[in-house]
Structures are given as structure tokens and as C-alpha cells.
């Protein structure tokens, strides 16, 4: 198993980009976020076995969901944004904060230009602040991920058997298609979904 501080620690040095939750007139909300190449490059070295999931639940505006397994355990976090990209960031963002990084998620405004994006270079240059500090100390565990619905989860398990038996059966594709919008906020909304897979299965 990697060593969550590692693991913590890549997070902590991809946080270089910035995710826009909100645009308003000529301000948009931002929070920062990991940058996804650097992510990469950081967590090949902390853990290869790393890896992260995508599941988009809504498109006006984005909401997409980020499952993190890396240093032998999993945070979902869950993100908007105006944008694919920008929700992407955001889901991103709050799965490294429940792996222990990072403020809350109310961000901060600044400028925004249409055809530019916000402009975050103070923004920036405060990021590139915190990196030159040194890592603060923490615990070796995790914090509490929050609690979650027993039927829910239930239900997630029985999507993610019926993908398996849908991957085996190469039908993949045409289950991505009912799973971007994720695996359903309600226990109703998750059974549509496994009712849809269902009949894709049987087709």
C-alpha cells in the first residue's frame, strides 16, 4: 500500500489549476484544483496503482462526479461548474479534500473575461506561495468520509455487477452512454439506471 502521506503530498504539489463554479456578469467564483497532467506524473510516483473515475449526473450546469483510489483507499468527491472541464476540476478538487487538502469549497472571485477565462494571476502567485512552505504535518489517517445511504450503496454495487457482466459481454459502450449522468441521486433514479442496463444486457 502507498503511504497516504505520499499520496497527500502528490495532491498537494498538482494544485496548480483552477476550477470556475460560478460565472457572474464579468466575476467568476474559482476554487483551486489539481491539474490533471501534473496529477499524473505525481501520483505515478506516489502510487502506480492509482487510478480516477469520471460520472457526469448533470449538464446545466455540469455536476460530475470524481472516484480517487490511491493510496489504498477511495473519496468521491462531487463538483459544477459552468463548463465540462471546470465541474471535472471541481469533482477532482473535493475528492483531495477528503483525502485531508484544502479549504472548504466557497472560492474566491475574481475577474472574468469571456473570451480569456478569470484571471487568477494573484491567485497564482498566493498558490505558488503555499507550495514553497513546507507541508504541514498530519495524522496518518484519513478524515471520516460522510456518511452515506446503505440502499445506495447497495444499489451502486448491483450497477457496477451488471457493468462487469455488460464489459463481458462487450456491450461497454452502449452502458457508458446511461452512466454519464452518474448512478443516480435518488434510490428510484438508481433503479431507471439498472433497469435501462438491464435491457441492455438482454438485447
Known amino acids: 500500500m502507498a503511504d497516504l502521506d505520499r499520496v497527500r503530498e502528490a495532491l498537494r ?70 463548463g465540462l472541464h471546470d465541474a471535472r476540476l471541481a469533482a477532482l478538487a473535493d475528492a483531495a479534500r477528503l483525502y485531508g487538502l484544502g479549504a ?25 506561495d503555499e507550495a514553497d512552505a513546507p507541508a504541514p504535518t498530519r495524522p496518518g489517517t484519513l478524515p471520516p468520509e460522510p456518511p452515506r445511504d446503505p440502499q445506495m450503496d447497495k444499489a451502486r454495487r448491483h450497477i457496477e455487477d451488471l457493468i462487469e457482466q455488460l464489459k463481458a459481454a462487450g456491450k461497454s459502450g452502449a452502458a457508458t452512454r446511461v452512466l454519464l449522468r452518474g448512478y443516480g441521486e435518488t434510490l428510484e433514479e438508481s433503479r431507471a439506471i439498472y433497469k435501462e442496463l438491464q435491457t441492455i444486457l438482454r438485447g
Not at 17 to 41: C, F, K, M, N, S
Not at 104 to 128: F, K, Q
Open 104 to 128: 472548504g469549497s466557497e472560492g474566491r472571485w475574481v475577474e472574468y473575461d469571456p473570451e480569456d477565462g478569470p484571471n487568477t494571476a494573484e491567485l497564482d502567485a498566493e498558490l505558488g
Open 13 to 82: 504539489a498538482s494544485m496548480t489549476a483552477w476550477a470556475t463554479l460560478e460565472v457572474r456578469g464579468d466575476q467568476a467564483r474559482v476554487i483551486p484544483a489539481p491539474d490533471l497532467d501534473a496529477l499524473v506524473a505525481h501520483l505515478e510516483q506516489a502510487d502506480p496503482g492509482w487510478s480516477v473515475g469520471w460520472s457526469c449526473d448533470a449538464t446545466s450546469p455540469y455536476v460530475v462526479r470524481a472516484r480517487l483510489d490511491a493510496g489504498g483507499v477511495s473519496r468521491e468527491g462531487l463538483g459544477s461548474g459552468p
